[in-house]
């Protein structure tokens, strides 16, 4: 089924957006309980579907879930080591925080290989790298992946690229492992500092997780514990961006703004008006913009997962705008969407240039990917007449409510 969202652009949006939890923390933190040995409760987790999937995969390994208004109760007690040969498990990245943690609990685990957003090659060498520093050895057939290991044994591991993913992959694995792990040219990232305080709430010895130096000391049980999930700086800055292009006086609620710096300091450039405090960003309207030019780099650089949705943007600013993206040299399948609403948009590999500024106009344009689809939101909000968004589904696999949010500040979106 072609999933649609529909818009009218040209509405100003006023009042104030409240930011859900973090989907990119939410996706490791759902995997990490198979480590616990008792419940794990979680507060205000995104309904998004990346965590609807998550959520079957926990429930095929016998772990029970359960929703009350803003908790979610999770039941390790009962778990069991199944493969997970499913095609949920293709249907999103985050999936392979799986063989992190069973791999962990159980010294053994087989399952397909992760999918996620096609954003050109996305390799897991380095999971595996790690994996293998521990102990572990990895037989791969196709799309099945299975790891085994007799014992984990704490090793030094210098990552060659700061990856999130390995980064949590190699911690979840290592909670278990005999002696000391260093993981050297770790990422950064808040969600890492997220899983890594809610890991040691249930006793595990993680050191340093937001620096490039992470040490876990390994230990033989988890309990559970209680956690609240940071906010998503992502979806903040969606939020931002599209106030920034459409907005009168919004109001961006439940933000950490130090996660976003990069962005807020960049629309400053651009000429946007913005005030800040302790956890809201309010954006005032916008005059005429500034072409300015983004480089995208781990946190705390410019997110890559923010380039796309600043692009829209970016076709409203006087002059020629520069993105260099240094993450995924393909994440650029938006600009074609944008072309196609009258955008001026010249992109190669790991590099667009945004001549501006443009009249967007509404047209039939489709997601490619989750932040391709909020870059065709925010263009949408933007265009004269009305936007046909197909693929929607992308974008329900990490923005909670999107389009109540949006309405409730005014945009005309269904
Ligand atoms: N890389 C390798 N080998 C590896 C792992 C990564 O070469 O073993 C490369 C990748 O190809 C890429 C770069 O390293 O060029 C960054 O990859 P990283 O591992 O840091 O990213 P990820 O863990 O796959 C997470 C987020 C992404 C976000 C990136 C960068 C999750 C589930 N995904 O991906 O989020 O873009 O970090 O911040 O946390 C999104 O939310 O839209 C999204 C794509």
Same mark, same amino acid.
């Given at each position: ?68 208004? /803003? ?16 095609? /949920?498990?293709?249907?999103? #990245? ?31 060498? !380095? ?44 911690? !979840? ?33 993680? #050191? ?70 302790? /956890? ?8 005429? !913009? ?85 870059? !065709? ?38």
């Amino acid at each position: 089924m072609d999933d649609v969202i529909k818009i009218r652009g040209k509405r100003k949006l006023k009042g104030e957006v409240t930011v859900s939890s973090c989907k990119n923390s939410v996706v490791a933190i759902l995997p990490s309980v198979v480590l616990a040995s008792e419940i794990v409760k979680l507060y205000d987790v995104p309904d998004i579907k990346d965590v609807q999937i998550l959520i079957k995969l926990l429930e095929k390994l016998n772990i029970k879930v359960s929703a009350d208004d /803003d908790e979610l109760t999770i039941d390790p007690t009962g778990i069991r080591n199944v493969d997970l040969l499913d095609e /949920d498990v293709m249907k999103l #990245r985050a999936s392979y925080y799986f063989m992190g943690a069973l791999l962990g609990r159980f010294k053994h685990v087989k399952m397909y290989s992760p999918g996620g957003c096609n954003l050109g090659p996305r390799p897991i060498d !380095l999971h595996l790298k790690g994996f293998e520093a521990l102990g572990a050895k990895i037989r791969q057939d196709g799309n099945i992946i299975e790891i085994d290991a007799e014992e984990l044994t704490g090793d030094d591991i210098y990552l060659d690229f700061a990856s999130v993913g390995a980064t949590i992959n190699i911690m !979840l694995a290592a909670c278990f492992a005999r002696g000391r792990t260093t993981i050297e040219n770790a990422a950064k990232e808040p969600e890492i500092i997220d899983l890594s305080s809610m890991l040691n709430k249930m006793g595990a010895q993680i #050191r340093g997780a937001g620096t490039s130096e992470i040490t876990i000391n390994g230990i033989s049980r988890l309990k559970g514990c209680i956690h609240d999930i940071i906010p998503d700086r992502i979806e903040a800055g969606t939020y931002i961006i599209a106030a920034a292009a459409c907005g009168e006086d919004v109001t961006v609620r439940n933000v950490i703004p130090q996660h976003i710096e990069a962005l807020t300091s960049k629309l400053e450039e651009m000429g946007v008006k913005l005030e800040q405090g302790s /956890d809201y960003v309010r954006v005032f309207e916008a005059g005429k !913009l500034k072409a300015v030019d983004i480089i995208t780099q781990p946190f705390p650089g410019f997110a890559t997962d923010l380039q796309q949705p600043l692009t829209a943007l970016m076709t409203r600013a006087e002059g020629d705008s520069h993105v260099e993206e240094t993450i995924y040299v393909d994440r650029f399948r938006h600009c074609n969407e944008l072309n196609l609403m009258g955008a001026n948009i010249e992109a190669g590999s790991g590099k667009s240039v945004i001549h501006g500024p443009c009249e967007l106009h509404g047209t039939d344009i489709s997601a490619t990917d989750l932040r391709c689809g909020a870059s !065709l939101v925010i263009a949408g909000l933007m265009a004269e007449g009305e936007t046909i968004i197909h693929n929607a589904y992308h974008i329900y696999r990490g923005y909670e409510s999107i389009v109540e949010k949006l309405r409730a500040i005014g945009a005309d979106i269904e």
